[in-house]
C-alpha cells in the first residue's frame, strides 16, 4: 500500500519561495507517476505539476501553464522510499490553495495533470500567499 505524507506548506509575502516535500513509501513499481496538485476554496482540484518515470529511468515533467517557470518538481529516491519535490518561487496570491501529492501506478503522459488518474492522495498542506 502506498502511502504518501507531504510537508513544507505555509504562509508567504508575493514574490517568496516555498519548497513542498512528499515522502512515498510502500512503492514497488519501477513506472508511476506523482504529481502536485492544489484546491483553492470554492474550486476544483487542479493539476499544478507531473513528473512520470518510465523502468526507474526515462523522465518526464509536465506544469500547468500558470506556473511554468515557477515552479519545479524533482523527486528523490533511496532504497524503497521516494521523495517528491515542488520548489516554488515567485510566488502569487493566487497560488493560495492546499497543496496535495498523489501517485499513479502507471507512466502518465498528456494526462498527467488530471487528478482523475491517480490512485493515492496525500493528507495535503496548505499554502498562503499574501499580497
Known amino acids: 500500500q502506498v502511502q504518501l505524507v507531504e510537508s513544507g506548506g505555509g504562509s508567504v509575502e508575493a514574490g517568496g519561495s516555498l519548497r513542498l516535500s512528499c515522502v512515498a513509501s510502500?512503492?514497488?513499481?519501477?513506472?508511476?507517476?506523482m504529481g502536485w496538485f492544489r484546491q483553492a476554496p470554492g474550486k476544483g482540484r487542479e493539476g499544478v505539476a507531473a513528473?512520470?518515470?518510465?523502468?526507474?529511468?526515462?523522465?518526464?515533467?509536465?506544469?500547468a501553464g500558470s506556473v511554468k517557470g515557477r515552479f519545479t518538481i524533482s523527486q528523490n529516491s533511496a532504497l524503497n522510499t521516494l521523495t517528491l519535490y515542488l520548489q516554488m518561487d515567485s510566488l502569487k496570491p493566487e497560488d493560495t490553495a492546499e497543496y496535495y501529492c498523489?501517485?499513479?501506478?502507471?507512466?502518465?503522459?498528456?494526462?498527467?495533470?488530471?487528478?482523475?488518474?491517480?490512485?493515492?492522495w496525500g493528507q495535503g498542506t496548505q499554502v498562503t500567499v499574501s499580497s
Open positions: 513528473i512520470a518515470t518510465i523502468n526507474l529511468g526515462g523522465r518526464s515533467t509536465y506544469y
Open positions: 498523489a501517485a499513479s501506478l502507471y507512466a502518465l503522459d498528456w494526462s498527467a495533470l488530471n487528478p482523475d488518474r491517480y490512485e493515492y
Open positions: 510502500g512503492y514497488t513499481s519501477s513506472t508511476y507517476s
